[in-house]
């Protein structure tokens, strides 16, 4: 049987019109959020994801930094080159790590002001977001730099700085996901409990119910 030209170039035309509509539906990410090397050994996987631009010179202001843990000289360049007064570690390992190079005598100065390990299948407490609130507006407020990490800067880093990115620069989901994975190594072995985590979060920073399973919102 013989399909009219008519009938067909119907069918042709709804077709395009709705691959066009489910591209238009995709989720769009900032090309600038994915710049970079994405994971990286270069620093112990530090980047700055808020504040001016760093050059040679600058003095301190607020820069909002994540990172993995950091090695001997990588610290070192926390405190002279980058400006980091204030550090949450969620791997709970500054002892062997941040506090061990000051006793040393490196960056004495740098506070660290949570040393607790979490667990990235574990969403994160109303408690602790409190916590991480306040430290973000009381490093914004004395102008000096702010740096979460966990170990490789990837899973506990990236879930908080997701949150971070969707409540202070406005990230959709989508965006904060993609820039986690992104920025993370080993993801694919994390994304199935990370994912609904973030997307709890932003639920959680809209105040609007959790839309996720209950294992995944914030409590």
Not at 31 to 54: A, F, K, M, S, V
Not at 179 to 186: Q, S
Not at 194 to 199: F, K, N, T
Request: charged residues 20%; glycine residues 6%; negative net charge.
């Amino acid at each position: 049987m013989k399909i009219k030209t008519g009938y067909f170039a119907f069918l042709l035309a709804a077709g395009v019109c709705l691959m066009l509509s489910c591209a238009s539906n995709k989720p769009s990410v900032q090309p600038e959020l994915l710049n970079g090397p994405g994971w990286t050994t270069e620093n112990n996987n530090l980047h700055q994801i808020d504040g001016p631009p760093l050059s040679d010179g600058d003095t301190m202001a607020f820069r909002v930094y994540r990172s993995g843990s950091p090695s001997k000289e990588t610290f070192a360049k926390w405190c002279r080159d980058y400006h980091i007064q204030h550090v949450i570690d969620m791997a709970g390992t500054a002892t062997d790590n941040e506090r061990a190079y000051q006793k040393a005598g490196i960056c004495p100065n740098i506070e660290i002001i949570y040393s607790e390990k979490q667990d990235p299948a574990t969403p994160v407490t109303k408690e602790f977001l409190k916590f991480f609130d306040e430290q973000v507006e009381q490093s914004k407020s004395e102008n000096v730099g702010i740096l979460f990490r966990c170990t490789t800067g990837s899973h506990r880093t990236g879930r908080l700085a997701a949150y971070y990115q969707m409540k202070y620069q406005d990230l959709e989901p989508d965006e904060a996901i993609k820039v986690m994975d992104h920025l993370g190594v080993a993801m694919a072995a994390f994304d199935a409990v990370l994912q609904p985590q973030v997307r709890a979060l932003h639920d959680y920073v809209h105040g609007r119910p959790c839309s996720q399973p209950a294992q995944y919102c914030v409590k």
